[in-house]
């Protein structure tokens, strides 16, 4: 199976059982990144992550007053 990364545009050659090319095949929006690609993201990801500066998700708080709106029901 012939892939594409998606950032750099290299294509690679997959084995067609591999687990790799078969979640490609069924699901049609995952990307594939080569490897020179995803050790570049994973490196610069994980300097980030020791500035402090950097948070992977955001805590988010319920807005009560939705949990307070009537329903009709009521």
């Given at each position: 199976?012939?892939?594409?990364?998606?950032?750099c545009?290299?294509?690679?050659q997959?084995?067609?059982?591999?687990i790799?090319?078969?979640?490609?095949?069924?699901?049609?929006?995952?990307?594939?990144?080569?490897?020179?690609?995803?050790?570049?993201?994973?490196?610069?990801?994980?300097?980030?992550?020791?500035?402090?500066?950097?948070?992977?998700?955001?805590?988010?708080?319920?807005?009560?007053?939705?949990?307070?709106?009537?329903?009709?029901?009521?």
């Open positions: 199976m012939d892939v594409k990364c998606v950032i545009d290299q294509v690679e997959l084995k067609d059982d591999s790799e090319a078969k979640k490609l095949r069924n699901r049609r929006m995952r990307m594939y990144l080569c490897s020179t690609c995803d050790e570049r993201i994973a490196k610069k990801t994980k300097e980030r992550h020791t500035t402090g500066d950097f948070h992977l998700y955001k805590n988010k708080s319920l807005n009560k007053s939705i949990l307070k709106e009537k329903h009709p029901d009521d």
